[in-house]
């Protein structure tokens, strides 16, 4: 699978779609699908779910308000859970989102299990998982906003609701599918 270079090389696409692309709003998304599963290659169904993520509004300006999302979501989310004490059974876990300029992201999610009795014995387990996805913001732009990731070693495409818990123009704190993210 291949990905636009970065969130430029997306918004030109997509100005150019607007220039030379049909007048009709389905008509403009399906070129769009085209140009995904030709150049991106893209399956149908991934391609359809990212023309209809990015393309929401699908209206002039559409290229602009995708390059505004994306600096918003732009750089690492992460949170953090605990369970348990420290002298007994304790679980901790990180989860992290990186969201990068040439439209790649991780997703790591980070695991720690121990125990340590004051006898002495004890043991400790941790695991982690990390996956790889290319991905694209949607041109609404409000208190909620969509991205659509598509997994880089295969599997289906899928959103992300991010929800802005601040005001900020580059705000530090949000929701990412109704789960609280701090940026890092």
């Avoid at 420290?86 to 695991?111: G, I, K, N, P, Y």
């Avoid at 070693?153 to 899928?158: I, V």
């Avoid at 992300?160 to 580059?170: I, N, Y």
């Amino acid at each position: 699978m291949k990905n636009f270079n970065d969130i430029w090389a997306l918004q030109s696409v997509l100005k150019k779609l607007y220039e030379k692309g049909p007048g009709d709003l389905e008509q403009r998304r399906l070129v769009f699908v085209q140009f995904l599963e030709q150049q991106l290659e893209l399956k149908g169904s991934d391609a359809s779910l990212y023309a209809s993520t990015v393309l929401t509004r699908n209206a002039e300006g559409s290229s602009d308000w995708v390059g505004f999302s994306a600096l918003k979501v732009l750089g690492t989310w992460i949170r953090m859970s605990q369970q348990g004490m420290a002298a007994a059974l304790l679980t901790s876990q990180t989860e992290t989102w990186r969201f990068s300029q040439d439209l790649t992201c991780e997703h790591v999610l980070e695991r720690y299990e121990g125990y340590v009795s004051p006898f002495g014995s004890g043991y400790s387990r941790p695991s982690s998982t990390r996956e790889g996805f290319i991905w694209a913001p949607s041109d609404l732009n409000d208190q909620n906003l969509n991205v659509v990731i598509v997994p880089s070693d295969g599997g289906s495409a899928r959103r992300l609701a991010f929800g802005w818990m601040d005001e900020d123009l580059h705000p530090r704190k949000c929701s990412i599918n109704g789960v609280a993210f701090v940026r890092q």
